[in-house]
């Protein structure tokens, strides 16, 4: 059973960035796809980031290519989302999560395929 927990919301400016973090109870990067997503107020959930712990291969949304990156640290168990260039859009509630891979490759963000979440953590971006 992996647990999730992330740290790092809050309060951002537009045009600023945010840097959260997912504490996870076991180093899950040898079977493991790791995925950022958010829901904002009255929307669905989506993923924005995805990462394959076997081989390191990265995907992201085309609402956050380009300003996002996600990464992983082994040693401290931890999963990472940078995102640069906020805008009020950005506004959610984001949640890390993980799931079994079954290879290398890419991690598709689809909802369903994904056991085990977070808590979530909110991100509010003024205007």
């Known amino acids: 059973q992996v647990q999730l927990i992330e740290s790092g919301g809050g309060s951002v400016q537009v045009g600023g960035s945010l840097s959260l973090s997912c504490a996870v109870s076991a180093n899950p990067s040898s079977k493991y796809c790791l995925g950022w997503f958010r829901q904002p107020p009255g929307a669905e959930r989506e993923g924005i980031a995805t990462?394959?712990?076997?081989?390191?291969?990265?995907h992201y949304a085309d609402s956050v290519k380009g300003r996002a990156t996600i990464s992983q640290d082994n040693a401290k168990n931890t999963i990472y989302l940078q995102m640069n260039n906020l805008v009020p859009e950005d506004t959610a509630l984001y949640y890390c999560a993980a799931r079994p891979s079954a290879g290398g490759g890419f991690c598709s963000p689809l909802l369903e395929m994904w056991n085990y979440w977070g808590p979530g953590t909110q991100v509010s971006v003024s205007s």
């Open positions: 990462l394959n712990s076997r081989d390191g291969r990265t």
